[in-house]
């Protein structure tokens, strides 16, 4: 075939075989899968122990603190109602901070990233809808990006590389219910 007639439909001899991807873009989206998983759990251990970061020590998870106040206490905008009702609430304290656990644990592991990256996206639409209206942008934030990245590391088996997904997707119980994956 010449090289005018080049086919763009073959992968390169150097892509890997279960993502498709050369080994340049399976690391990207590696550390970027660990960026998150670091990002989600930061998240859960400032909050839960107050680690003085969002979380001063006396307003920790441990201490009595509500991990929701803090944020949607203050929400204005459109959702503003929504939001201020969820403050403060054990219900969604727990679903928030189980959300951030496992979001960041199966991102840090490679594993269960299709719900990893479905309920992550959920959350960060979420925190996306209790900022608005945004102070720099009339549309995207951060939240949004990283929604949308999650749902890219899902699609492109970023588990695979530098985690267990391999081993997760040769399970039995995953291999019979694909959502695992």
Do not use: C
């Not at 203050?74 to 929504?82: E, T």
């Not at 201020?84 to 656990?101: E, H, I, Q, T």
């Not at 267990?164 to 994956?181: D, T």
């Amino acid at each position: 075939m010449s090289a005018v007639h080049e086919r763009h439909d073959v992968l390169p001899a150097t892509a890997d075989q279960t993502t498709g991807l050369r080994p340049f873009a399976r690391y990207t989206f590696a550390v970027l899968r660990f960026l998150l998983a670091f990002q989600f759990l930061w998240a859960f251990f400032d909050k839960t122990f107050g680690l003085g970061r969002a979380t001063p020590a006396e307003n920790a998870w441990l201490e009595g603190g509500s991990p929701t106040t803090g944020y949607l206490s203050n929400v204005g905008g459109p959702f503003a109602d929504l939001f201020s009702a969820m403050a403060g609430n054990a219900v969604f304290d727990w679903l928030f901070m189980l959300g951030l656990l496992g979001i960041g644990t199966a991102l840090a592991l490679g594993i269960g990233m299709r719900i990893a990256a479905v309920s992550g996206a959920l959350l960060l639409v979420l925190m996306w809808m209790a900022s608005l209206p945004l102070d720099n942008n009339p549309f995207v934030d951060d939240h949004l990006i990283n929604a949308v990245v999650l749902v890219a590391l899902a699609a492109v088996s970023a588990g695979s590389t530098w985690g267990l997904g391999r081993w997760w997707a040769s399970l039995p119980v995953v291999k019979s219910n694909p959502i695992l994956l």
